[in-house]
């Protein structure tokens, strides 16, 4: 998928996580996740923490080429040990504390996202950046693991909310291209699963059957691991 496309995906998704959560009051914000062990309130910081990397990244140019794609990304390694882990949940909640009420953090996550979109789309198609964990990758690449994290996560606080998903079509095209590759058509058909419950399943969040585990390893699911 080119930087554009990516982007306008991205945008478009990270637009309907800020209206949906624009719409929580009060207890909601308690709830629990299946994040654990975030609250909706941190589950939202941990996305914009997230998503806020990007600007120190643009902000740097390597000078060597990409080496790592956005299925790469999700291999399992240190990023994902218990230390990486409590590091992702200290920073979710500082970032959370640092917030004046509820109301700021969903506007904070919005501004943060339209300044990563506004950068973004200044830069070349072949821009290649650093992550916080060394690999060296095309930002299209970096942008598309930025779209499954507010993709996925979105299923999570949706269903902490219990509210119907709004996962976009594009994202969840984009996630399941993520994973499928070229055979993401034939899955779909195969499978017979909506967006939502096909990135519950392939990102572990809902069972999958010994049948439909057998029928995915076939047509070569990648799948993530993730924090």
């Given at each position: 998928?080119n930087?554009?496309?990516v982007l ?21 914000w308690?709830?629990p996740?299946r994040?654990a062990p ?16 990007l600007?120190d990244?643009?902000a740097?140019s ?11 990304y ?5 990023r994902?040990?218990p230390e990486?882990n ?19 953090l969903?506007?904070?996550f919005t501004a943060t996202?339209?300044q990563?979109d ?18 060296v990758?095309?930002l299209s690449?970096f942008?598309l ?6 993709a996925?996560?979105?299923?999570d606080l949706?269903?902490?909310?219990g ?9 969840g ?20 699963w909506?967006h939502?419950e ?19 390893e ?5 799948w993530?691991?993730?924090?």
């Amino acid at each position: 998928m080119n930087q554009g496309r990516v982007l306008d995906v991205f945008r478009c998704e990270a637009g309907e996580l800020s209206r949906a959560l624009t719409g929580v009051y009060g207890a909601e914000w308690e709830r629990p996740t299946r994040c654990a062990p975030w609250s909706v309130r941190e589950l939202l910081g941990h996305v914009r923490v997230a998503t806020a990397w990007l600007p120190d990244m643009l902000a740097a140019s390597p000078s060597v080429a990409a080496e790592v794609s956005a299925a790469e990304y999700y291999r399992p390694d240190d990023r994902y040990a218990p230390e990486a882990n409590r590091d992702r949940i200290d920073l979710a909640r500082a970032h959370v504390a640092a917030q004046p009420s509820d109301a700021a953090l969903v506007d904070d996550f919005t501004a943060t996202w339209e300044q990563v979109d506004r950068l973004c789309r200044a830069e070349p198609e072949d821009r290649v950046v650093r992550t916080r964990h060394g690999d060296v990758m095309l930002l299209s690449e970096f942008l598309l693991t930025r779209v499954v994290e507010v993709a996925v996560h979105g299923l999570d606080l949706a269903d902490a909310l219990g509210r119907e998903p709004w996962l976009t079509p594009q994202a969840g095209d984009a996630v399941l291209g993520l994973l499928l590759g070229p055979n993401q058509e034939a899955a779909a058909q195969d499978l017979d699963w909506d967006h939502p419950e096909f990135l519950r399943k392939a990102t572990g969040r809902a069972p999958v059957h010994e049948a439909d585990a057998a029928r995915l390893e076939q047509l070569g699911i990648r799948w993530l691991t993730t924090g």
